[in-house]
């Protein structure tokens, strides 16, 4: 008998309410095609495209119902999904600091982890259920300001939510002031170029390597045109009104 090979499965959650259109699915593409070539199961789930509602914060799926939220929602759906990957893939717009639909989703995880608190490191933490799979946590943070600390406040509540969670925050992929990438210049090129190897290594090496992260984040416009040419486009268009 042939054992059938273990296909790594990776869950990636766009919280980009602009969904197919939105520079954070045009990030995310090459990234997961790359871990598509390194054999992994892949999929990709829209938050606006479901109905998740707000957490109600009952805490019910601690108690009443251990690991089993009440809401008849979208959420039933993903709970499986959750419980199911290997690494999970948070990618995201920054807006204040996350669209409303992810905000959602994220306080929406509550009912995957057990009910028994411990202290480590000065910080109390909880752990998974036994049946939660996920060991890697991944964020992928797509900002239209220039300066890449514009990306930092998301970044530490994804990477909050890992520690929380006692999984391990692998890294975060991070692209500042996005709107250059699509530009199809030789260096945006690279870059996409990058996110596939940085999706094939994750996969193979299981981490990601530094060196490659800030080769994606690397600057691709003049700090002061690029924040002086969004100023003047809005401008105009407030104008227009």
Not at 12 to 32: A, D, H, Q, R, Y
Not at 42 to 59: A, D, Q, S
Not at 169 to 179: D, E, K, Q, V
Request: include cysteine.
């Amino acid at each position: 008998m042939i054992e059938e090979k273990y296909l790594t499965k990776v869950l990636v959650i766009n919280g980009s309410p602009k969904i197919e259109k939105s520079n954070t699915t045009f990030l995310l593409t090459p990234f997961m095609e790359g871990m598509k070539k390194a054999g992994a199961s892949v999929e990709l789930i829209y938050t606006r495209k479901l109905k998740i509602l707000p957490c109600i914060g009952c805490f019910k799926c601690w108690g009443e119902t251990i690991g089993e939220c009440f809401i008849q929602d979208d959420m039933q759906d993903l709970y499986p999904k959750l419980r199911s990957a290997d690494i999970l893939v948070l990618a995201t717009p920054v807006y204040s600091p996350l669209p409303g639909e992810m905000t959602n989703f994220v306080n929406r995880l509550v009912p995957l982890i057990e009910p028994i608190l411990e202290f480590r490191n000065g910080r109390t933490r909880a752990r998974c259920h036994e049946d939660v799979n996920i060991s890697k946590l991944l964020a992928v943070v797509v900002g239209g300001w220039w300066e890449l600390a514009n990306l930092d406040l998301v970044v530490r509540v994804f990477k909050e939510l890992a520690e929380n969670y006692s999984i391990e925050f692998t890294g975060a992929i991070l692209r500042p002031h996005c709107y250059p990438l699509k530009d199809e210049t030789e260096k945006s090129k690279e870059i996409l170029q990058m996110l596939e190897k940085i999706g094939f290594k994750l996969i193979n090496e299981g981490k990601l390597d530094k060196d490659d992260l800030d080769f994606v984040s690397q600057p691709l416009a003049n700090k002061e045109e690029y924040t002086e040419q969004k100023t003047n486009n809005y401008l105009k268009n407030k104008l227009k009104k």
